[in-house]
């Protein structure tokens, strides 16, 4: 089949981007000495998992529970979740999980540290965590190295657990703020007696910087796999990367300056992150998507000097491609204008 034959919506994949995005990261990361653990909720597909372990990745990262649980009933063995986890019900799920993969997670608090100890206290081999630290970004996070240090004791003395290192997503463009960080706690740490075996540190935009901060021994990224215009915009990736598109269909051209697509908000992202519309027509690059209804895309045309009729299909490049992953119950994959197959997004919806 080819792609003009699809019917629309649809997610495509162009597998040989993919595959040039996967081992040009892992390649990198093998030249500086770095550990690769590729987020798998960008993309939430099995195969691709496998994928990126087989070229060389010590893992992978899942940011919740759900995720972790699709990906280890798929076989694949060594999981990161970073991700604060709370309540009895998680804690259940996340002892059941360590039992059947090598699984390592990380805390924030010393409230966290005690439900992750309560709950593997009689667990048959300790849980390895590490101590989340907030170096710029403003999400979750220790906030001093000091609090790194005694939260890290903590882990140490509680029954059931591990430390294993030191963890951040750092904020976009300040990797050197996350290094400064990182490197004091680890001191602070290892002045106390206490190893610290693992820095972990994350982000597509700034993932080709990675090797500037030698405190770092592994680097989690999830949006290289299919890049997207955030990616392009900040320099990590160029337009002949992005490799996800959303193939979607003029339906309406109710003014000479203007089309309607039948992608909305529940086909492509309603993320902006600095775009000036809502994801890049490949066809038509001047236009606009200035807008999105649940299931109409509106596309601005004034500055364009051909332009789409009705029943035409485009192609859009998101502007953030995980949300779009979350949205279709399937991805096509095509090499060309050809469609190779598809692939079950087996983790879509899996927030808990």
């Known amino acids: 089949m080819r792609i003009s034959e699809l019917d629309t919506p649809a997610v495509l994949v162009d597998l040989d981007r993919v595959e040039r995005n996967l ?46 649980e699709v990906m280890a009933a798929a076989g694949l063995p060594d999981i990161l979740i970073p991700f604060n986890l709370v309540g009895a ?40 965590v590490l101590v989340e630290c907030d ?4 999400r979750c996070g220790v906030q001093t190295p000091e609090a790194a240090r005694e939260l890290a004791l903590r882990i140490d003395r509680a029954r059931g657990l591990r430390f294993a290192g030191l963890m951040t997503y750092p904020a976009k463009g300040a990797p ?18 206490l190893a ?35 990616e392009v915009a900040c320099g990590a990736a160029r337009l002949e990367d992005c490799a996800l598109t959303v193939l979607t269909t003029v339906v309406s051209r109710p003014t000479a300056d203007r089309a309607i697509l039948d992608a909305g908000s ?26 999105l209804s649940e299931e109409h895309g509106h596309v601005d045309l004034r500055a364009c000097t051909a332009r789409p009729s009705i029943g035409e299909k485009v192609r859009v490049i998101p502007n ?12 096509l994959t095509v090499r060309g204008e050809r469609v190779e197959g598809s692939f079950v997004v087996a983790a879509r919806g899996r927030v808990d």
């Not at 390592?104 to 309560?118: H, I, K, M, W, Y």
């Open 89 to 128: 019900a998680k804690l259940g799920r996340a002892r059941a999980l360590a039992e059947r993969v090598a699984l390592r997670v990380s805390a924030d608090d010393p409230l966290v540290v005690d439900g992750l100890a309560e709950a593997f206290a009689s667990a048959p081999r300790p849980l390895p």
């Open 176 to 193: 050197e703020r996350a290094a400064t960080f990182l490197a004091e706690a680890k001191a602070l740490i290892e002045a106390r007696g």
């Open 320 to 331: 953030h491609a995980c949300p779009v992953s979350n949205l279709f119950d399937r991805i």
């Open 266 to 291: 529940k086909s492509l992202t309603s993320d902006l992150n600095g775009q000036t519309g809502h994801g890049r027509i490949v066809e038509y690059p001047e236009a606009v998507i200035y807008g």
């Open 23 to 68: 081992a040009r990261f892992q390649a990198y990361c093998d030249r500086h000495g770095i550990e690769n653990r590729p987020h798998v909720k960008t993309h939430k597909v099995v195969e691709f998992a496998r994928r990126q372990v087989e070229l060389g990745a010590v893992g992978i990262c899942c940011q919740k529970l759900g995720e972790a």
């Open 196 to 230: 610290v075996p693992s820095v972990s540190s994350g982000g597509t935009p700034d993932m080709w910087r990675a090797h500037e901060q030698p405190v770092i021994t592994e680097y989690r990224v999830g949006t290289y796999i299919y890049n997207d215009l955030m």
């Open 135 to 138: 170096t710029g970004a403003r």
